[in-house]
Each structure stands twice: as C-alpha cells, then as structure tokens.
C-alpha cells in the first residue's frame, strides 16, 4: 500500500518559515520524481517544486524561486520542502506527490495546511 504522509504544516506570521516534509512508504522511493504542489482556496493546484529521483535536479516555481527549497533523502525516503520568507498569497493546502513517468504512477499525499498569518 502507498502512502504519502506529509507533516509540517501550520500558521506561521509573515517572514516566517515552516520546514514541510513527506515519509513516503510502499514505492521503490529512489525511481519516483518528488513534487510539492500546494492549491489555496478557490485556486487550481499549482506545482511548487519538484526534484528528480537522484535529487540531482531541482525545480521551484518562479513566484517562489529564492524562498522555497525542495530536497529529498533517498535513504529515508523523504521529501522535503523548506519555505523561508513565508507571504500571505502562501497560504493554502501543500501536497506531497510522487511519480514515475516511465510506468504512469503516480501518488498524492493527503496534504498540509499552512497558513501565513498576523
């Protein structure tokens, strides 16, 4: 059985920073591409970050280039996502995301609120 499980989330004020992260079980971890999306209320899902299986590559959205880092452990099959520098407009739902384009798997964690708040 696969499970995404992210952990992480939370109100932080402005400025702030929160460290998300997804323990990922039942996948042969070190095959999948990692995402992050993350989708606000009213908004469509948009890709956050992404890193490739050997976690020599790495994407972030452009309106999050220079705050938000994506790193994996392949060892403990983790995926995180570190947000510095955290704005209001952050605020929504984070999922955690795994996929192989090779086979067509793909797996969504349950996600993780967080909130950028006064």
């Known amino acids: 059985q696969v499970q995404l499980v992210e952990s992480g989330g939370g109100l932080v004020q402005p400025g702030g920073s929160l460290r998300l992260s997804c323990a990922a079980s039942?996948?042969?971890?070190?095959?999948?591409?990692m995402k992050w999306y993350r989708q606000a209320p009213g908004k469509e899902r948009e890709l956050v970050a992404s890193?490739?299986?050997?976690?020599?590559?790495?994407n972030v959205a452009d309106s999050m280039k220079g705050r938000f880092t994506i790193s994996r452990d392949n060892a403990k099959k983790t995926v995180d996502l570190q947000m510095n520098s955290l704005k209001p407009e952050d605020t929504a739902v984070y999922y955690c995301?795994?996929?192989?384009?090779?086979?067509?798997?793909?797996?969504w964690g349950q996600g993780t609120q967080v909130t950028v708040s006064s």
């Open positions: 995301n795994a996929v192989r384009p090779d086979f067509g798997f793909e797996y």
């Open positions: 890193i490739s299986n050997t976690g020599g590559n790495t």
């Open positions: 039942g996948i042969t971890f070190y095959m999948y591409i």
